[in-house]
């Protein structure tokens, strides 16, 4: 019997420990057992996993894997001892399919499964045979099934790819370029990179498929360098790809950004490959007209691309039977902040928000309440949990005044400031501005200070009326995607959640006992006198006093929140100064 140990070296995998983790596999299971290194399968709460296979079937995964647990596993599924010990130091957690919504891999059917770094993986999982089977075809026909599948944009506009790769097609001239879109920089979203990272071939083959559609013999991945792991991957896939022939003429290079958000637009991205200050350009014309170099230039992002090879594979109507009318497919969301499993998962267009968060995430954190989700990053808005029943698509969610975005879902829960959440938000686009358009550049500082006088309890009493307009004149005015968004936040946490707003106004006070200048930290009759909450305090608030009630000096205090998370007995709470 074989017997092939898995582990999730994706850059989740590497910060808890993965690496430590393989090495202990690898002392302790010998030259009889296979150990490999693949991508992460989207399960980053529990990383790092470990998955064991005897004769090609996965018979166990473990969780929160420890390299002293690791060796226990060896010892249970290896060594045929049938049991494992508890290490001293934490265990590791036997994980089984605990959704029971059926999530459909189109994207991330490679994820966790085979070694990023190896083409004859890739290629033993049908790899680079749509690329092949495409080559048989006449270009138009590979755009026909793309149209036809109802594939659109994953990157956050959702325009129909098919007709933008004819688009591009129909351009003259004897030069042009392919793009793909790595440059993802919503806080909270990393599905561009978790792919990138975990199966690099099949974005590549996408594109490689683009590049045939439209007549291009020139390529480019443009990913942040802030993903080092998926830079690597991505360049060793080409490297590869060329050694096998599998790429023909095609060229292709990596460019690293520099982790300007605004060079996720497209015309930004282009003047930044010129080597230009990324800054977006009145369009049109557009970039499948006129883009890098002058030359007619397709854009698409990771998660678009790497659809391709599926539908070539399985037909058209196998992806459009997916979905609803106007979304077909799936999505690929990550999902972050108060949840239980947050991680990466891909689902049917059409599913609520509420199967995503309770069950397929889990649900909140400990014994708190689902409150909203912040969809579509900083372009985004903040839905509340009475929409959560909301369809997941590009006709619905925009009515709730958020957007889909390439697919960040921050989950909130009561203890989130619905204002402090505004304000953040704003404060990230309001620094990734590129300055060039006055409605962007000053009318976001104007809200940022706005929003940062009412989280204070400074105030005005018109200031919601102001707000409300700049969000208008901004959203309006601005002149790219960055700049018309970026109210998104402030407009739908001002329309679901006013009464916040009011409160911290009129009673300056936080319903979330969040911001700092409005709450304070006593302790109750509950303590008794334990003090964790003096050792873990960073300003020496609160005395080291044993046995005592402890009191909390609030001329010292940061609002850090630390004593009241280590306090076992729910002696600290946060209260209004007024």
Known sequence: MSVELRVGLSSCGVASGGEAVRDALLRE????VAVKSVGCNGMCHCEPIVQVLKDGRRVAMYGNVTAESAREIVRRHVRGNGWMRAPRRGSAVELFEVSPVEQQRIVLENCGEIDPGRIEEYEARNGYEALRACLELAPDAVIEMITASGLRGRGGAGFPTGRKWAMARKQPGAVKYVICNGDEGDPGAFMDRLVLEADPHRVLEGLAIAAY?????EGIFYIRAEYPLAVRNVREAIRQAEERGVLGALKLVVREGAGAFVCGEETALIRSLEGERGMPRL???YPV?????GAPTLINNVETLACVPWIMRHGASAFSSLGTESSKGTKVFALAGKIRR?????????ITIRAIVEEIGGGIQGAHRFKAVQMGGPSGGCIPERLADTPVDYEEIPKTGAIMGSGG?????ERDCMVDMARFFLQFTQA??????TFCRIGTKRMLEILERICEGNAHPDDLKKLEELVDYVSRGSLCGLGQTAPNPVATTLRYFRDEYEAHIREKRCPAGRCPALIRYLVNDKCTGCTLCAQVCPV???MFEPYEKHVIDDRLCTRCDECRKVCPEDAVEVVSPC
């Open 342 to 350: 947050g991680g990466l998962i891909e689902v049917p267009m059409g």
């Open 213 to 217: 559609a439209i007549g291009a013999a």
């Open 409 to 413: 879902l921050v989950v909130l829960d």
């Open 29 to 32: 299971a010998g030259v009889d």
């Open 289 to 293: 007209e006129r883009g890098l170099r």
């Open 432 to 437: 990734e501005s590129c300055g060039k358009c």
């Open 540 to 542: 020496g608030a609160i």
């Open 283 to 285: 369009r049109p014309p």
